[in-house]
């Protein structure tokens, strides 16, 4: 099986050995994304909720440029800082996703790169 990388400028650069994206057959693997402006390549250091938005929206970024949305997610992991920001990130996350929500694990983690307290990858279906 071949795999392809995925790149957009939509969504910030990759920050070391690995692609935004790989697809191979008919599967998106989606890396891991932050609350980064792809634009100035600043990070966002805000309540959970707007650094959930951002990452969301880079990832949706990321999404697009495989062929693919939201709707076709069928997996995601959201990796926590703290899981006391659980309800309020999920608040954000919850309208990003249409019905049915993807499968989901959200881990709570010690620390994430470029201190995010929230990160999200997920891997989606080409139709």
């Known amino acids: 099986m071949t795999r392809q ?68 997610v069928v997996k995601t992991t959201v990796f926590l800082t703290n899981m006391g920001d659980f309800d309020a990130m999920n608040r954000v996350y919850t309208r990003f996703f249409p019905d049915p929500p993807p499968a989901r694990s959200t881990i709570g983690v010690a620390a994430l790169p470029k201190g995010f307290k929230v990160e999200i990858e997920a891997i989606a279906r080409r139709p």
């Open 5 to 72: 990388a995925i790149s957009t400028t939509n969504a910030p650069a990759a920050v070391g050995p690995y692609s935004q994206a790989i697809v191979a057959g008919d599967l998106v693997f989606c890396a891991g994304q932050g609350a980064i402006d792809a634009a100035t390549g600043d990070f966002l250091q805000g309540p959970v909720e707007e650094e959930t938005e951002r990452t969301l929206r880079n990832l949706g970024a990321v999404l697009d440029a495989a062929g693919v949305g939201f709707a076709d």
